[in-house]
Nanobody, 128 residues
C-alpha cells in the first residue's frame, strides 16, 4: 500500500488549499475501508483532522469543523481535504492515513491513530 499526499503549500490566513492523497494497493471500496487526515505542527503531537468511510460518512475535529471538508473519489482511489478559511494555527505537516476498520462507526480519528498505512506528509503553511 502506498499513500502519496500532494497539494500542500503556503497560503494567507482566510485562504484555501486542497490536499489530495493518492492511494495504491488499498481497497478503498472495501466495506471496512477507512481513510483520514492527520496533522502535526512543530513541537506538537499529531492531531486527527478528519475521517471518511467507504460510504462517505465523515467526522471532523472541532478545530476544523465548518472549515474543512474531506471527500473521496473511489474510482480514482483518491482522498481529498478541502481547507477553507484557513488560520495560522492550521500550519502543520498533513498526513493521509488508511486502514480497515469494523464496524464502520469506528472510523474515527481516535481509532485511526493506529492506522496501518500512512503517507509521508505534505507541508501546509498559513501566514497572517
Amino acid at each position: 500500500v502506498q499513500l502519496v499526499e500532494s497539494g500542500g503549500g503556503s497560503v494567507q490566513a482566510g485562504g484555501s488549499l486542497r490536499l489530495s492523497c493518492a492511494a495504491s494497493g488499498f481497497a478503498v471500496n472495501s466495506a471496512s475501508a477507512c481513510m483520514g487526515w492527520f496533522r502535526q505542527a512543530p513541537g506538537n503531537e499529531r492531531e486527527g483532522v478528519a475521517t471518511i468511510t467507504r460510504t462517505g460518512t465523515t467526522t471532523y475535529a472541532d478545530s476544523v469543523k465548518g472549515r474543512f471538508t474531506t471527500s473521496q473519489d473511489n474510482a480514482k482511489n483518491t482522498l481529498f481535504l478541502q481547507m477553507d478559511s484557513q488560520k495560522t494555527e492550521d500550519t502543520a505537516v498533513y498526513f493521509c492515513a488508511a486502514s480497515y476498520v469494523l464496524p464502520s462507526s469506528w472510523c474515527r480519528t481516535a481509532r485511526m491513530e493506529n492506522a496501518k498505512y500512512w503517507g509521508k506528509g505534505t507541508q501546509v503553511t498559513v501566514s497572517s
